[in-house]
């Protein structure tokens, strides 16, 4: 299914490309802040208040809040006024890159919309919003969003603290380990936690495979893995390790372009995880209800993989999404453009490349080696 700038603007994370045309207002006039003003000026405005938030609150009820106005001088009409006027860059692979790491970066699953989110869902701001949708999509540096995986251009990150490449010998006992740990932690949170979903409880947010398995994004122009730059909740780490990805024979990868290709993966393959997310999905998307994710285990039996696709997680990532009548599921804690794999046919590359961020420029650099930094094991 094509990316439509209405479906790019259907998803939490697709109309936080807002970024786009501030980035724009930048790259036109570093010093001009008329557009990044007025959208924080308004976002502010629409911060949510409590625990797990700032301060101030959005003058629209959110999840059953109070409410109270910093200041009406700028809201969204005058953002949507502002957005409108602004010119819009050329959008180049540099640019987006950015960008799109910037809206990685913004995902929070464990707590309220930012005010952010509020301006760019609010109704006001939808037609300036188009406008920017419209460009991005008419570019040839979006096209590869909606593509499914590139089976001959893939790379494994391994980060200096997590587990990266060197994961993954066994992916069946990884996916049975995980799967008794999901049974364990949903018995567990059904005896301890309340079940008022806006009780100040928090568990495991994320709905990704398990982190053991091997995982592996595109390169850039560069030869920089995508990851590097679209990572959710990153740890700010400086250094990496990547080597390339190959695939025995032809994959069978499960690929979520939309919302509905993830809630029928749910359907068939359904966990529950009511009581363990039902807090923290509560806060993040404002509905209470039954929630259930991908059984991995069950869903390797079949596939070799899954790919969530820029435009899938652009228009999906965040949002909550029906798999039944009393049934939904969110996509979260998912870097864009990401596979993650169930086979042991995969293999490395012997090569390792070493890449150092640039603190000056942001940019990821290749370097013959990173400095203080410990290697993980090649094999």
């Known amino acids: 299914m ?48 409590g625990e797990h938030r ?3 609150v959005s003058r629209w009820p959110v999840f059953g809040s109070s409410v109270r106005v910093l200041s009406s001088a700028v809201g969204p009409k005058e953002v949507s006024r502002v957005l409108d006027a602004t010119n819009l860059a050329e959008p180049t692979e540099d640019l987006l890159r950015f960008v799109l790491g910037d809206v990685a970066a913004f995902a929070r699953y464990w707590q309220e919309p930012e005010g952010e989110d509020h301006l760019a869902a609010s109704a006001e701001l939808r037609g300036a919003a188009l406008r920017v949708a419209h460009h991005l999509l008419e570019s040839p540096q979006t096209t590869w969003w909606n593509q499914d995986v590139r089976l001959m251009d893939q790379a494994c990150v391994q980060w200096p603290d997590i587990p990266g490449y060197d994961q993954s010998s066994e992916p069946a006992r990884v996916l049975s380990d995980w799967r008794a740990e999901q049974q364990a932690l949903e018995l567990r949170a059904r005896r301890d936690r309340p079940e ?11 709905s990704r495979p398990p982190e053991n398995l091997r995982r ?3 390169r850039f122009s560069d030869h920089a893995p995508a990851v590097l730059y679209f990572f959710e909740d990153s740890f ?15 994959p069978s990868v499960y690929e979520i372009r ?19 997310k039902r807090h923290d999905w509560f806060r993040t998307t404002g509905r209470a209800g039954k929630w259930v994710i991908p059984d991995w285990e069950a869903v390797s039996k ?10 899938g997680y652009l228009r999906s990532a965040g949002r909550a999404i029906p798999v ?42 290749e370097v013959a080696s990173c400095a203080g930094d410990e290697l993980p094991p090649a094999g």
């Not at 700010?236 to 032809?250: I, K, M, P, Q």
């Open 196 to 206: 008022d979903p806006r009780a100040s409880y928090g568990g495991f947010w994320w």
């Open 216 to 218: 592996s994004t595109a």
């Open 236 to 250: 700010g780490w400086e250094t990496a390790h990547t080597r390339r990805l190959w695939v025995s024979g032809v």
């Open 2 to 49: 094509d990316l439509t700038p209405d479906a790019l603007l259907d998803g939490p994370r697709g109309r936080r490309l807002l970024e786009f045309a501030m980035a724009s207002e930048r790259r036109a006039d570093p010093s001009s802040t008329v557009l990044s003003g007025a959208v924080h000026q308004a976002a502010t405005a629409l911060e949510p208040e």
């Open 302 to 311: 079949v596939y070799d993989g899954v790919h969530l696709s820029i435009a």
């Open 324 to 365: 039944a009548a009393d049934t939904a599921s969110v996509i979260a804690g998912w870097n864009p453009g990401e596979t993650w794999w169930f086979t042991a046919e995969t293999s490395l590359g012997p090569e390792v490349t070493h890449w150092q961020l640039d603190e000056e420029s942001l940019h990821w650099r």
């Open 54 to 56: 700032g301060r101030l």
């Open 258 to 276: 939309t919302a509905q290709d993830w809630a029928v993966l749910c359907e068939r393959f359904p966990l529950e995880v009511t009581a363990e």
